[in-house]
């Protein structure tokens, strides 16, 4: 996906909210940036949980090293309850905040594999008004096997620099949803763990210590491709996992409505073996088919009786595809006013 606050042509989703149609690299850097609020210490900094503990070992064989103990506090991890973020794709952050009635503590926006991310006006007041920037990095038209041996390392340095400059932890998202339709790196686990591995090693090399690495599939696999797990890069190159997911409703004949949990439940429970917080880093619900409003009174129960290591939830507010937006109807508007100023999603 593209754009940094606004609407956007691409993705164009398919069935369950997990396709994707992404725009060439760096039409992202022609977008208009968002207007960023400046916001004092209160809620964001509560939720910043700096002190870390990464202790993992990388075997041979990806995906098949043993979980990290989930007793080590995770960076960025709330102490509490869960972190709420936000695409802001429907208004500026001032008005979606003062729309909603609390201030998210993520802000979620997408960049192209020569966008510099780490020098622009959106990540930077992110960290200076104390929400924590969620970069996701999209390599369009980028082969994989030149990030692996070593071609494109001039540009994954100056991000990694870049990167280490900020200073302040951030959720560093690269190549999510590579098991659905974008296929990053050919729909081939080993070719996409080698590149993101390599990345990696080379901001860890730079002393970007402060990068939280998110690896975040989509809910549904792309039909004849490999399954999410088998593309995770191993527990030493992951702090995060994370999940994309849509309940599209049922405005298509052939789709069906999905409760929140339903949707992430099978998921889930691969991701939860990992031992690692989980952040959901895009979901949305379509109006046709259901109550929009009471999937949204559904998420915060789901998170607390089902889904216990879903640490952060981003909603993508926006309407594309579907009826994304939050403020899809006075209901939902409301049931979404009521979620976000619940205790558990403001530690």
Known sequence: MTGRGIPFDGPQRRRHGQGTDRRTAGESAAAPKPAVRRFGAGLASAALVTATVLVATSCSTAGEEPATSSSATAPLEPSEGALLGHYYGDGTVEETDARIGTT?????????????????????????????????????????????DGSLDAT??????????????????FAAEMNEEEGWGG????????????????????GASNVVWVWAPNVTDSPDAPAAMSYYPGDRYVDWTGIDGYNWGTSDPDFEWQGFTDLFRDIYGKLAAKGKPIIIGETGSDETGGSKAEWIQGIVPGLKDEFP?????????????????????????????RMAADPYLTP
């Open 309 to 337: 290591l879903i640490k952060a939830l981003v909603w993508f507010d926006v309407d594309k595809e579907r009826h994304w937006q939050i403020a899809s109807s006075p209901a939902a508007l409301a049931a979404y006013r």
């Open 104 to 148: 998210p503590g993520i802000h979620l926006t997408y960049y192209g594999w020569e966008d510099d991310w780490s020098a622009s006006e959106a990540t930077r007041d992110d960290l200076s008004g104390n929400r924590i920037p969620l970069v996701n990095w999209e390599p369009f038209d980028v082969d994989f096997d030149d990030i692996i």
């Open 156 to 173: 994954i340095e100056k991000r990694a620099d870049g990167a280490k400059e900020l200073g302040e932890p951030f959720f560093l998202d």
């Open 187 to 206: 729909h081939d686990p080993e070719r996409y763990i080698a590149a993101y591995r390599h990345i990696h090693d080379i901001f860890e090399d730079r």
